[in-house]
């Protein structure tokens, strides 16, 4: 590297491209065009910005430097425009023959009379149009939800460093030239060079396809060979340190990337889904037939009536197309396309709501199977608890102290454990615009941060960030973090972690004159009982220690200090303990409970120690106030012991060594372990990764709350993952839902939505079916009869509108009920969609339907005194009002079946309750009866209506109204034929036991 001063000069985003280019990072030639710009020094310079504060934040110089660099805001692809969804809605092969036909029909109708024989086939051809145009808009909306999706996904923050204060930003907000500190878990979303840190091991798989780790390193003078190129895209494994921005947004590799995809990625089929998918292929093929059979029917007496009047005319040939029209569009009609898109209405309306709930779906299957949900694996941390938290005891230099103020100590020795807090942590407190602090990073640092703040000793003199040389952030294996800074000659390690782990490490103890002294058997037995003292009051328990020593005992070099974490940890000097409360969140008690009378079996996994997770699980009813002290041992257990009662964690691989899946050493203990097992205290990933595991093997569906790194791999391989808002981006990505507030409360909501997903599809599946049910039997049994059916195919189509469309937006917007919270979970037994209640709704409902249809089509001329409807040559007013009555009679039927059909359970009396607590299902019905009651009225020849009367309409209503009636008879029946059978069961239990 050059040691010339490096020159005033502007670093192009071109220039920086071509640095981050693969295969310019393979052979060399951007170590080299890094060295050519002098190194970090000159590419400092070169982006305006400092290696120690970063970029300015002055609106001026963040505007300018957008403008240069680009920004950081995420890849959207242009969306498919309307005209395009309605082009591929037209694909539909059975939308195209009953095109087809309508067109044959419109040119004979206007051969055979140009004034208003075009009437039938532009009506159709409209009907066909409209129903596109729903189906275009719904796929269109369908396709914004997807897009807004993947854009919120990668949403996330990141700590930077402006005018040399730390601050958290949203990853969107990044510029060029900043500084980003990175750790364990990280997902680079800009490309970047790495000015300080060590030990960073990076997966760049899913940029390079290379699956061996990468390992990053600092350039120093004479490097040839070191990689210091931090590609985004690719996720530290291990280690931290702090990169310098070089290129972000569409000029970064993952950038460059995404602006290629020429579509959005959507996601494979969920279960429901795919059943929803087969059942609407079985209905379909049922349709086929009946249109089929109804075409040829029509066809059949059509061909009788000309042979037998030995003609053929004009008027044969356009019958003969109205008979396959019509039966094109029962199949239009029976087809339930619907069912796939009530689903995704449902889907995406209950993650809008989800949202302001403060539950981000990043999948769409997670707002599916959450409902489905038998086990939860809960954090402890922030999730039942409040995650603020506060320093309340402590223990240093031999002296106990009650408060975190701990007036007692002298200032020197207040210092360096403020020296030691503040140079190993990676936390920071922040002044808003408001004049509040905000406390950014981990909760557990920020306390100690508090603590020093509390003693009026400011962090940052402490903090200097060219004198860190080594950092090993926290690991949930090793419990422990630990920093190395080079002062002057010498050298000072600063280490924190677990109580008893920090304390079996360390040979010394400070003193209260700043000296140390061996740190014997008998003073350690004192400190373990401050420890267990501490965590039986549900404190965490961190213990602060440190060690001066040179580079020489060290047996490392100034100039490149590669050391062992643990060659840095010998002798360390013990500084003393702190008890850090995080309280109890008030609502968890509450939504623990809720949740397990759902049926869902929740379970706490935590790193703290026995004493205070099962204080925690005791007080949030995890673990029942009558299990006694002496039962605990089955109810809450540590990490090893679970582990090695269970056989431990197997790995199934191929015959190349290859990762196939996870087992539980032995199934058979496991599954009696579990059976009662609530709290896995001192929980590593391994153990929480095995629970999950064996708890799918044994068919539960389980859920797992998690924020860590460590949590990727539990969260990618349970059913359902939720993440937490303050996680780390890889355990956000591992996860289907994240939750914004960290809340358990979420987590009832989830299950709440998930389950109301549920509801709402056997809602519509109800309704549909119903309507199915009706709508085939009648046309089926008009054209055997009466030789014709006495709906139209324009009707038809409208009929499909209102129950596809229409009735999926209102059935599938239904808002979630505590009552969805009595029931259990229907977990992984693939239960049928449709229960015997809804059978018997479904067919209840289509024998009334039948019933009152089949009366006004035979009897209905003389019921209402007025002209039969089928066997005329022409359509009039007069005769035309027969199938007018029974058209507006059919469809106030389902409207008002609809209603019926929002309650699933028979025991379910009152038909209106919430029913206003849904404005889109209101407003739906309500133009559903307008809209009606206009076609009736001024359809005219087109629509085959006539204009009824105001007591017709009344007439109709009430018919359609019954459906209400008819549902609370149904209800009072089976109540009572249920609550005889119950009698008789007891009755019958009664005898037994005497």
């Known amino acids: 590297m050059s040691n010339s001063e490096p020159q005033s000069f502007i670093v192009t985003p071109e220039e920086l491209g071509q640095m981050f280019d693969q295969d310019n990072i393979r052979n060399g030639k951007s170590l080299e065009k890094f060295q050519n710009l002098h190194g970090v020094s000159g590419l400092c310079k070169g982006l305006l910005t400092s290696p120690t504060k970063g970029i300015s934040s002055s609106p001026l110089d963040l505007s300018l430097r957008e403008k240069f660099y680009g920004n950081n805001h995420p890849y959207v692809r242009k969306r498919t425009s309307i005209l395009e969804f309605i082009f591929d809605s037209l694909q539909d092969t059975v939308l195209q023959i009953l095109i087809v036909a309508a067109i044959i029909s419109l040119v004979i109708g206007i051969i055979e009379d140009p004034t208003s024989g075009w009437l039938e086939g532009a009506a159709i051809l409209l009907a066909v149009f409209i129903v596109v145009c729903v189906t275009a808009t719904n796929d269109y909306v369908k396709e914004g939800q997807f897009i807004k999706l993947n854009v919120e996904t990668n949403l996330h923050n990141v700590i930077v460093t402006r005018d040399g204060i730390e601050k958290e930003i949203p990853a969107k907000d990044i510029l060029t030239g900043d500084l980003i500190y990175v750790s364990p878990g990280e997902v680079f979303c800009v490309d970047g060079i790495l000015i300080r840190g060590n030990g960073l091991s990076v997966d760049e798989s899913s940029i390079t396809g290379e699956s061996k780790l990468m390992n990053k390193q600092v350039v120093r003078?004479?490097?040839?060979?070191?990689?210091?190129?931090?590609?985004s895209g690719a996720k530290i494994n291990q280690g931290n340190g702090v990169m310098l921005v070089c290129a972000v947004g569409k000029y970064s590799v993952l950038g460059k990337n995404r602006s290629m995809m020429n579509q959005v990625e959507e996601e494979a089929e969920t279960p429901l889904q795919e059943r929803l998918g087969e059942m609407a292929t079985n209905i379909g093929k049922i349709g086929f037939i009946a249109g089929t059979l109804l075409s040829l029917v029509l066809i059949a007496h059509l061909s009788y009536d000309?042979?037998?009047?030995?003609?053929?005319?004009?008027?044969?040939?356009?019958?003969?197309?109205?008979?396959?029209i019509l039966g094109i569009t029962i199949l239009v009609v029976a087809i339930p396309e619907g069912l796939p898109l009530a689903l995704t209405l449902a889907m995406a309306y209950s993650i809008l709501r989800m949202k302001k709930d403060n539950i981000f779906v990043r999948h769409l299957r997670g707002c599916e199977v959450m409902g489905a949900s038998t086990n939860i694996l809960s954090d402890k941390t922030g999730t039942l608890t409040q995650n603020k938290m506060t320093v309340t005891c402590a223990m240093f230099y031999n002296q106990f102290f009650s408060d975190a103020e701990c007036d007692e100590l002298p200032i020197e020795c207040k210092k360096m454990i403020a020296e030691s807090v503040a140079r190993n942590t990676t936390a920071f407190i922040t002044t808003r615009d408001d004049g509040k602090r905000e406390l950014v990073g981990d909760r557990t640092e920020c306390a100690l941060l508090m603590m020093t703040s509390k003693w009026n000793l400011d962090y940052h003199l402490y903090r200097v960030p060219e004198q860190q040389k080594l950092q090993w952030a926290f690991d949930s294996r090793s419990k422990r973090m630990?920093?190395?800074?080079?002062?002057?000659?010498?050298?000072?390690?600063?280490t924190k972690g677990a109580g008893e782990v920090i304390l079996d490490q360390c040979?010394?103890?400070?003193?209260?004159?700043?000296?140390?002294?061996?740190?014997?058997?008998?003073?350690?037995?004192?400190?373990?009982?401050?420890?267990?003292n501490f965590s039986n009051d549900s404190l965490r328990v961190l213990s602060i220690a440190y060690n001066a020593t040179n580079w020489s005992l060290l047996g490392a070099d100034s100039t490149d200090p590669k050391v062992s974490q643990e060659a840095c940890e010998n002798g360390l000097v013990f500084l003393g303990i702190v008890g850090i409360e995080d309280p109890l969140r008030p609502e968890a008690r509450k939504s623990v409970i809720q949740v397990q009378n759902a049926g869902v079996t929740v379970r706490m996994v935590t790193g703290d120690s026995m004493e205070t997770a099962v204080k925690i699980a005791r007080q949030c009813h995890i673990l029942d106030d009558d299990i006694s002290d002496q039962e605990i041992n089955e109810y809450a257990m540590e990490g090893a012991e679970f582990r090695q009662r269970v056989g431990g964690l197997r790995t199934v691989t191929d015959e190349e060594g290859k990762l196939l899946n996870f087992q539980v050493g032995n199934m058979d203990a496991f599954v009696v372990v579990a059976q009662k097992l609530r709290v896995i205290a001192r929980c590593s990933p391994e153990d929480k990764l095995l629970m999950v595991?064996?708890?799918?093997?044994?068919?539960?569906?389980?859920?797992?709350?998690?924020?860590?790194?460590?949590d990727a791999p539990a969260l990618k391989q349970s059913d359902i993952g939720l993440a937490m808002m303050s996680g780390t981006p890889l355990a956000k990505e591992s996860a289907d839902i994240i939750l914004l507030d960290d809340n358990f409360d979420s987590v009832l909501k989830s299950v709440k939505w998930g389950r109301n997903v549920y509801a709402s599809i056997r809602k519509f599946v109800q309704f549909q079916l119903t309507v199915n049910l009706v709508a085939l039997i009648m046309s089926i049994v008009g054209a055997l009869t009466v030789e014709e059916s006495p709906l139209t195919a324009v009707q038809m189509l409208w009929v499909n509108l209102i129950m596809d469309s229409m009735a999926a937006l209102a059935l599938a917007t239904e808002p979630p009920t505590d009552g969805l919270l009595s029931s259990k979970p229907f977990g992984r037994n693939n239960e049928s969609i449709i229960t015997p209640d809804m059978y018997i709704t479904v067919v209840s409902q289509a024998i009334y339907q039948i019933a009152v249809l089949m009366i006004i089509l035979f009897l209905g001329p003389m019921i209402f005194n007025i002209e039969y409807g089928w066997g005329n040559e022409e359509w009039t007013e007069e005769n035309g009002m027969h199938f007018t009555i029974f058209f507006h009679v059919f469809v106030m039927m389902q409207v008002f079946n609809e209603i019926n059909c929002r309650k699933l359970s028979l025991n379910e009396w009152n038909l209106f309750k919430g029913f206003f607590n849904n404005w889109m299902f209101v407003g739906i019905i309500v133009f559903t009866i307008a809209f009606q009651m206009i076609l009736v009225q001024f359809g005219g020849?087109?629509?085959?209506?006539?204009?009824?009367?105001?007591?017709?309409?009344?007439?109709?209503?009430?018919?359609?109204?019954?459906?209400?009636?008819?549902?609370l008879i149904v209800r009072m029946i089976v109540c009572l034929i249920r609550k005889s059978k119950k009698r008789d069961e007891d009755l019958e239990t009664v005898g037994l036991l005497a």
């Open 221 to 231: 003078a004479g490097d040839t060979d070191t990689d210091p190129f931090l590609i």
């Open 482 to 494: 630990t920093t190395v800074y080079e002062i002057d000659s010498g050298v000072r390690v600063y």
């Open 941 to 967: 020849q087109t629509l085959k209506c006539s204009a009824l009367s105001l007591e017709f309409h009344a007439i109709c209503i009430a018919i359609g109204a019954a459906c209400l009636i008819v549902a």
């Open 306 to 324: 000309a042979i037998r009047q030995e003609q053929w005319g004009a008027s044969e040939w356009e019958g003969l197309v109205s008979s396959i």
């Open 507 to 532: 040979c010394y103890i400070a003193t209260s004159a700043n000296q140390k002294e061996i740190l014997t058997p008998e003073k350690k037995a004192e400190i373990r009982e401050a420890i267990r």
């Open 693 to 710: 595991i064996g708890l799918r093997a044994m068919g539960e569906v389980v859920g797992v709350t998690g924020d860590g790194s460590n």
